[in-house]
């Protein structure tokens, strides 16, 4: 990493704020280069909390752009942060609406262009594709990071499965977030009235996700795949093979026009690819986006449209690890997606007809819904886990590497003796020594399988065939290596499992097959592809208080012999204690627990708890937040409960509990 200090222009920033047409303001710093000169302006537009949370993520970009000539814009969601009003839906209209405002009234600025970027990570990557949609005319071009173009599968379904570990733990961390107060050193002396205003709207997300157990009206709105002719902005679409997210790349770069949008896929989890996070290897991102910005919003013809469509990492072979500080593999290019180097080639499964009845508690070497980059994050060898599944195995041949790019496809042939039931498939790298390596894996609800806004019970004795998708991944199959299929019939704790599935299913192998898309080299196109090394602008000076206390382990099983039960603690690392240049002391707390029996698909749970405090000693300010989150279910509902306690110093200045059955459509 290269930290930089010398920029063309001298920069400055200010806070201000955003005038919204209902007349509620919006929160932003703006980073400018002291020119006389108009510039263009960028912006992220995200709700966690730009004086505190993103402050030091905020640091390493905001005034690199600001340094090459770009009023760059960091902007708190409406009812977050110190910003105005009540928080609503996450990405929904409101948010939207207030985002157009933002970029309009950015381009009427004296000192901006009129031409606008924006970009994002996660959330602020995704509700920035959101506002290309609505295709503000200052909006030239979009960098989206790690998201979404589908709402239903962002953090609440997977293969019109209901998740259980992610739905609830962003359901949790939203909550918590909501209930954050303003902090009075920026928002001023209405702080408190502003807080308990917006405490009174606060709702715990998962009443709306768990009320639309299908892909209805309510995820079609608003997610970008639905017309995609309707984004007018050039997009540079970015994702990680160890992101959840990734496949949002190989949709925009199918679907958007070929001399607007380019995309990129490194090895990375949930991060910018910049920040040298595991896994690497980390490339110079912000190098990268300032040659999109240059050509998109200041006209330069700088190459940065000659790039192939689709630049991709495709990983060499490796052991399993719940961690790399870098993989194995190389950059490859691709002119055209699908791409033209790429092949469908089907591996048949053999053998006899085979029942599976998955335990439970398979899926507790998943590793992490959405890595952040931490130790525990990805999944360990998957021998355990295949040891619980149906497995198929192909040896891969010759004297090259088997190298894969897209996304592998399953049909399978099923016989189903209850109603309702899962199938998680699993594709996995089988080295010499027996250890297996977890690919890339999909899901599928079996009541999806003609559709995820369908819910369809199963022809209880019949045979039929399911396809579905695994998510997509660049892979090499060393030679001597084996491809592993592994079918299982459960996958907790992120798939919620329903009364009966417990019994599994039964696979005909004659009906079945593996499809995976085998990528030919193209030296001319790959060897071409480069990046530069990751450099930032000089990081915020945060302070990490030491401590005696040994540090909770981030992922811990524990096994219930008598009762037949499995339990997973997770520590997510989100924070720790934080103190901030400007004196502000922030702590957090965060544990989330996920249950199940054996034999019990009922016996399902799950419970988070956030504990935060906000702590100014200059001033004496000093708020505390707890929250707790559980989800439950019986045969016909899930059973959600949630409390929200607020205090300012010792006095409880809110608690409120909500308690839901809400009805078991689908999920």
Same mark, same amino acid.
């Given at each position: 990493?290269?930290?930089?200090?010398?920029?063309?222009?001298?920069?400055?920033?200010?806070?201000?704020?955003?005038?919204?047409?209902?007349?509620?303001?919006?929160?932003?710093?703006?980073?400018?280069?002291?020119?006389?000169?108009?510039?263009?302006?960028?912006?992220?537009?995200?709700?966690?909390?730009?004086?505190?949370?993103?402050?030091?993520?905020?640091?390493?970009?905001?005034?690199?752009?600001?340094?090459?000539?770009?009023?760059?814009?960091?902007?708190?969601?409406?009812?977050?942060?110190?910003?105005?009003?009540?928080?609503?839906?996450?990405?929904?209209?409101?948010?939207?609406?207030?985002?157009?405002?933002?970029?309009?009234?950015?381009?009427?600025?004296?000192?901006?262009?009129?031409?606008?970027?924006?970009?994002?990570?996660?959330?602020?990557?995704?509700?920035?594709?959101?506002?290309?949609?609505?295709?503000?005319?200052?909006?030239?071009?979009?960098?989206?990071?790690?998201?979404?173009?589908?709402?239903?599968?962002?953090?609440?379904?997977?293969?019109?499965?209901?998740?259980?570990?992610?739905?609830?733990?962003?359901?949790?961390?939203?909550?918590?977030?909501?209930?954050?107060?303003?902090?009075?050193?920026?928002?001023?002396?209405?702080?408190?009235?502003?807080?308990?205003?917006?405490?009174?709207?606060?709702?715990?997300?998962?009443?709306?996700?768990?009320?639309?157990?299908?892909?209805?009206?309510?995820?079609?709105?608003?997610?970008?795949?639905?017309?995609?002719?309707?984004?007018?902005?050039?997009?540079?679409?970015?994702?990680?093979?160890?992101?959840?997210?990734?496949?949002?790349?190989?949709?925009?770069?199918?679907?958007?026009?070929?001399?607007?949008?380019?995309?990129?896929?490194?090895?990375?989890?949930?991060?910018?690819?910049?920040?040298?996070?595991?896994?690497?290897?980390?490339?110079?991102?912000?190098?990268?986006?300032?040659?999109?910005?240059?050509?998109?919003?200041?006209?330069?013809?700088?190459?940065?449209?000659?790039?192939?469509?689709?630049?991709?990492?495709?990983?060499?072979?490796?052991?399993?690890?719940?961690?790399?500080?870098?993989?194995?593999?190389?950059?490859?290019?691709?002119?055209? =997606? +699908?791409?033209? @180097?790429?092949?469908? /080639?089907?591996?048949? $499964?053999? *053998?006899?007809?085979? %029942?599976? !009845?998955?335990?439970?508690?398979?899926?507790?070497?998943?590793?992490?819904?959405?890595?952040?980059?931490?130790?525990?994050?990805?999944?360990?060898?998957?021998?355990?886990?295949?040891?619980?599944?149906?497995?198929?195995?192909?040896?891969?041949?010759?004297?090259?590497?088997?190298?894969?790019?897209?996304?592998?496809?399953?049909?399978?042939?099923?016989?189903?003796?209850?109603?309702?039931?899962?199938?998680?498939?699993?594709?996995?790298?089988?080295?010499?020594?027996?250890?297996?390596?977890?690919?890339?894996?999909?899901?599928?609800?079996?009541?999806?399988?003609?559709?995820?806004?369908?819910?369809?019970? =199963? +022809?209880?004795? @019949?045979?039929?065939? /399911?396809?579905?998708? $695994?998510? *997509?991944?660049?892979? %090499?199959? !060393?030679?001597?290596?084996?491809?592993?299929?592994?079918?299982?019939?459960?996958?907790?704790?992120?798939?919620?499992?329903?009364?009966?599935?417990?019994?599994?299913?039964?696979?005909?192998?004659?009906?079945?097959?593996?499809?995976?898309?085998?990528?030919?080299?193209?030296?001319?196109?790959?060897?071409?592809?480069?990046?530069?090394?990751?450099?930032?602008?000089?990081?915020?000076?945060?302070?990490?208080?030491?401590?005696?206390?040994?540090?909770?382990?981030?992922?811990?099983?524990?096994?219930?012999?008598?009762?037949?039960?499995?339990?997973?603690?997770?520590?997510?690392?989100?924070?720790?204690?934080?103190?901030?240049?400007?004196?502000?002391?922030?702590?957090?707390?965060?544990?989330?627990?996920?249950?199940?029996?054996?034999?019990?698909?009922?016996?399902?749970?799950?419970?988070?708890?956030?504990?935060?405090?906000?702590?100014?000693?200059?001033?004496?300010?000093?708020?505390?937040?707890?929250?707790?989150?559980?989800?439950?279910?019986?045969?016909?509902?899930?059973?959600?409960?949630?409390?929200?306690?607020?205090?300012?110093?010792?006095?409880?200045?809110?608690?409120?509990?909500?308690?839901?059955?809400?009805?078991?459509?689908?999920?």
């Amino acid at each position: 990493m290269t930290i930089r200090t010398a920029f063309p222009h001298e920069t400055a920033h200010d806070d201000v704020r955003i005038p919204m047409p209902d007349g509620v303001e919006l929160y932003a710093r703006i980073w400018r280069p002291l020119t006389a000169e108009p510039v263009p302006a960028l912006l992220e537009y995200l709700p966690y909390r730009l004086t505190d949370w993103t402050a030091p993520r905020d640091g390493q970009r905001h005034p690199w752009y600001a340094g090459h000539g770009y009023a760059s814009v960091r902007v708190d969601v409406r009812g977050h942060g110190c910003s105005g009003g009540s928080p609503g839906e996450p990405c929904g209209d409101r948010e939207l609406a207030d985002g157009v405002a933002v970029v309009e009234w950015l381009a009427a600025q004296p000192w901006c262009t009129g031409s606008v970027g924006m970009f994002g990570i996660g959330w602020g990557g995704t509700n920035s594709l959101q506002i290309a949609a609505l295709a503000p005319e200052a909006l030239k071009a979009v960098v989206t990071v790690c998201s979404t173009d589908d709402r239903f599968d962002d953090a609440h379904h997977s293969g019109g499965s209901v998740l259980a570990a992610d739905l609830h733990a962003a359901s949790a961390t939203l909550l918590a977030f909501a209930a954050r107060p303003p902090d009075p050193r920026y928002a001023g002396d209405g702080w408190r009235e502003q807080w308990l205003a917006r405490l009174e709207s606060v709702e715990p997300p998962v009443h709306t996700w768990l009320a639309h157990q299908t892909r209805d009206a309510h995820w079609r709105h608003g997610s970008v795949c639905e017309d995609y002719g309707a984004v007018r902005a050039a997009v540079l679409a970015v994702g990680g093979w160890h992101d959840p997210y990734r496949d949002t790349v190989l949709r925009l770069v199918s679907h958007l026009p070929a001399d607007r949008v380019r995309g990129v896929i490194g090895p990375w989890s949930h991060q910018y690819p910049d920040r040298g996070l595991p896994p690497g290897p980390s490339i110079g991102f912000l190098q990268e986006t300032l040659r999109w910005w240059d050509h998109w919003l200041r006209g330069s013809a700088n190459g940065v449209m000659d790039e192939p469509l689709l630049r991709s990492w495709i990983s060499a072979s490796h052991p399993p690890a719940t961690t790399y500080e870098e993989l194995p593999g190389r950059w490859t290019g691709d002119p055209a =997606w +699908p791409s033209p @180097a790429v092949t469908s /080639v089907t591996y048949g $499964l053999q *053998g006899a007809p085979v %029942a599976v !009845a998955s335990p439970q508690h398979t899926g507790l070497d998943a590793g992490r819904f959405r890595p952040y980059g931490n130790d525990a994050d990805l999944p360990p060898d998957q021998r355990e886990e295949d040891a619980k599944s149906a497995c198929f195995e192909f040896p891969v041949a010759g004297g090259a590497p088997l190298e894969i790019l897209g996304r592998p496809q399953v049909t399978l042939r099923l016989r189903m003796d209850v109603p309702y039931g899962q199938v998680a498939a699993r594709l996995c790298d089988v080295a010499p020594d027996g250890s297996s390596t977890l690919v890339t894996r999909g899901a599928l609800n079996l009541s999806a399988r003609l559709g995820r806004e369908l819910a369809e019970p =199963w +022809p209880v004795g @019949a045979y039929e065939d /399911v396809v579905f998708e $695994l998510n *997509g991944i660049g892979h %090499a199959f !060393a030679p001597g290596h084996r491809i592993r299929l592994a079918l299982s019939s459960a996958y907790w704790p992120w798939i919620w499992p329903r009364a009966g599935s417990e019994a599994g299913w039964t696979l005909d192998p004659a009906g079945s097959a593996l499809v995976l898309p085998v990528r030919f080299p193209s030296p001319a196109v790959d060897d071409a592809v480069a990046f530069g090394p990751p450099e930032q602008a000089p990081p915020l000076p945060v302070a990490v208080p030491a401590t005696l206390d040994e540090p909770r382990p981030e992922r811990v099983v524990v096994r219930d012999v008598a009762r037949g039960a499995w339990r997973l603690e997770v520590d997510p690392r989100y924070g720790g204690t934080r103190v901030y240049p400007d004196g502000l002391e922030s702590t957090e707390e965060v544990g989330e627990v996920y249950e199940i029996r054996d034999g019990d698909a009922l016996s399902a749970r799950t419970r988070s708890t956030w504990r935060i405090r906000l702590h100014r000693p200059e001033s004496g300010w000093d708020v505390r937040i707890e929250t707790r989150s559980e989800i439950g279910c019986d045969g016909a509902s899930f059973l959600t409960s949630d409390e929200l306690v607020c205090r300012e110093g010792e006095e409880v200045v809110f608690h409120r509990t909500w308690e839901r059955s809400l009805p078991r459509t689908a999920g």
